[in-house]
């Protein structure tokens, strides 16, 4: 079980749209439709963003959106806010009830 | 609102075993959809989850840690706890607690989450 790939940091300006990948294989994210997406700010607990790969929790902006093609999950925060500035995780479910995380994305509201 | 809270030593010797707990409030621990689990994030990195526990007592792990954690469930308190065995400086991370949400019997995604404790494996 291998931890999920995102990219170490993305960036954005105000008002833009940034996508944040996760890769994995077709045991984890290309196997299933449990994706998920947690945003966290610097020493605070991660919250849930996106769920079920495209649903997001109530209260959560709908700025944000998820989405899946083959071995790869996408995030995409549309109309970037400077309070999007955090670090990103991935996870999904791996089968036999057990989840990877993928190693985060810090995105950088320029 | 649902709340989390773990508690336990946050220094720990090299060799010795983590202990924490998780106490939840406003909230029923024993509720037939209710999957706990415990995630870790070592200084500066990234999240790894450790695994999972069905309020019956059914237990999941993560394969890497699976030979020295054990997860349990005391429904009498409304906590449930971790314990990993023969720690070493590498299991030093923040700890937490969360609801491992979902539906249709199954766990989907992780919240609400405690606020996470800092345990710090050194002699």
């Known amino acids: 079980q291998s931890a999920l790939t995102q990219p170490r940091s993305v960036s954005g300006s105000p008002g833009q749209s940034v996508t944040i990948s996760c890769t994995g294989t077709?045991?984890?994210?290309?196997?299933?439709?449990?994706v998920s997406w947690y945003q966290q700010y610097p020493g605070k607990a991660p919250k849930v963003i996106i769920y079920?790969?495209?649903k997001r929790p109530s209260g959560v902006p709908d700025r944000f959106s998820g989405s899946k093609s083959d071995n790869t999950a996408s995030l995409t925060i549309s109309g970037l806010q400077a309070e999007d500035e955090a670090d990103y995780y991935c996870?999904?479910?791996?089968?036999?009830?057990?989840?990877?995380f993928g190693g985060g994305t810090k995105l950088t509201v320029l | 609102q649902l709340h989390l809270q773990e508690s336990g030593p946050g220094l720990v010797k090299p060799s010795e075993t983590l202990s924490l707990t998780c106490t939840v409030s406003?909230?029923?621990?024993?509720?037939?959809?209710?999957?706990w689990g415990w995630i870790r994030q070592p200084p500066g990195k990234g999240l790894e989850w450790i695994g999972t526990?069905?309020?019956?007592?059914?237990?999941y792990y993560n394969p890497s840690l699976k030979s020295r954690v054990t997860i349990s469930v005391d429904t009498s308190k409304n906590q449930f706890s971790l314990k990993l065995t023969s720690v070493t400086a590498a299991d030093t991370a923040v700890y937490y607690c969360?609801?491992?949400?979902?539906?249709?019997?199954?766990?989907?995604?992780?919240?609400?989450w405690g606020q996470g404790t800092l345990v710090t494996v050194s002699s």
């Open positions: 969360t609801r491992h949400s979902g539906y249709n019997n199954f766990p989907r995604w992780f919240d609400p």
């Open positions: 406003v909230g029923s621990i024993s509720s037939t959809t209710s999957y």
């Open positions: 526990i069905y309020y019956s007592g059914s237990t």
């Open positions: 077709s045991s984890d994210v290309g196997g299933y439709n449990y």
């Open positions: 079920d790969v495209n």
């Open positions: 996870c999904s479910y791996a089968g036999s009830y057990t989840w990877v």
